[in-house]
């Protein structure tokens, strides 16, 4: 039986953050919320041609909701759908919306895996982020979730955000591998139109974000959680041996997902889809072969052990070195993907300049 992966998007927040171009809405009413789950509950098929590894609660700030609603949204996928037993499930949270009580629902209700949105742990920069939790309500969180049982955690990094030094990202970086999540991701900020920051940074009330001082935290990053024990195993994540997110994973590598709540997203037979207001889901496209092997490619190079050729030949009956001899040959010429056991990966110069191979597979 096919795998297939399942995301929820829960649309509501307490507030936008200043960077957030993501849908969402703050201060949405009782009422508002309520029509949305019902509808959301009803939006739910099940496929028994497929069984979910995993199933990711995004947003949004799905922890803002009560946890009623969520634990109410998990129970009827594990209604219509058949979920292996090891599954991967898990729940986007923000520290200042956790309480003992939800945690403990989350947990009962099946939920293994806590990803929490931290940044920062510097109260002075959360503020410019416009996060409305503090550092140590960070602290508390993560202790409320252990103390509800969760042995699966991620945290969320941002770094090269204007104004941050990499004195602060380091200090935060130090204290986050002593609290000891099972996962870390850490991004570079990416400066969306249409937010706030980007206002902001055009206004010139905030500094443009320096590329260098990005590269020099990403690379502290890189140097401090390998000798903390987490591995690489993409761009920006992190993990102790084990513990690599199964739902990301599966984006990266072709696994094919289906998207419920509005504008979540689905990639199922061959096809894109986008769920509209009304929470149906709407054809995108239709995606060939052609372009299902470039995303893939793409994607794959994503990964610190690239794409997998085997599977890329379980899935498109080719190998991808054939397929992509000359881009390939280009590449490695660069210097910027080496030869490795499953095919090629990026090479040090290449996770630097990763969207210049991303490009040749667009």
Not at 35 to 51: C, H, M, P, Q, W
Not at 56 to 71: K, L, M, N, Q, R
Request: glycine share 8%; proline share 4%; hydrophobic share 35%.
């Amino acid at each position: 039986m096919k795998e297939i992966e399942i995301y929820i998007h829960i649309p509501y927040c307490v507030r936008k953050c200043r960077y957030c171009d993501f849908l969402s809405y703050a201060n949405a009413s009782c009422k508002e919320k309520k029509t949305y789950f019902e509808k959301l509950a009803d939006s739910i098929r099940g496929d028994s041609n497929y069984v979910v590894r995993s199933v990711f609660f995004g947003g949004g700030t799905p922890s803002s909701v009560d946890a009623e609603y969520i634990c109410g949204i998990l129970e009827k996928i594990k209604k219509e759908y058949r979920i292996k037993d090891n599954a991967e499930i898990t729940l986007e949270a923000n520290p200042g919306t956790l309480t003992p009580g939800k945690l403990k629902a989350y947990k009962d209700a099946g939920f293994n895996r806590l990803s929490m949105g931290v940044q920062s742990l510097n109260d002075e920069l959360l503020k410019t982020m416009g996060r409305i939790h503090t550092a140590e309500e960070a602290r508390q969180g993560f202790k409320m979730a252990r103390e509800a049982g969760f042995d699966n955690i991620n945290t969320d990094l941002i770094l090269g955000y204007p104004t941050q030094t990499k004195k602060m990202f380091g200090e935060t970086l130090d204290e986050i591998i002593e609290i000891r999540p099972e996962h870390i991701s850490a991004y570079s900020l990416i400066v969306e139109e249409e937010t706030p920051l980007y206002d902001a940074i055009e206004k010139g009330d905030l500094p443009k974000p320096s590329d260098e001082d990005d590269r020099e935290m990403y690379r502290m990053a890189c140097e401090k959680l390998k000798a903390a024990g987490y591995e690489q195993y993409e761009i920006s994540n992190f993990a102790k041996p084990g513990y690599e997110s199964i739902h990301n994973t599966g984006y990266w590598t072709g696994v094919p997902y289906i998207g419920y709540g509005i504008a979540a997203a689905s990639y199922i037979d061959g096809k894109r889809l986008s769920n509209n207001e009304d929470l149906l889901p709407m054809l995108e496209e239709r995606v060939d072969k052609e372009t299902a092997e470039k995303e893939f490619m793409m994607l794959g190079f994503r990964l610190t052990k690239g794409p997998d050729s085997k599977r890329f030949f379980e899935m498109f009956g080719e190998g991808y070195e054939e397929k992509f001899a000359e881009i390939l040959t280009g590449l490695e010429n660069k210097k910027l993907i080496d030869k490795c056991e499953t095919g090629y990966r990026l090479s040090a110069k290449g996770i630097d300049f990763a969207n210049e191979v991303f490009g040749e597979f667009i």
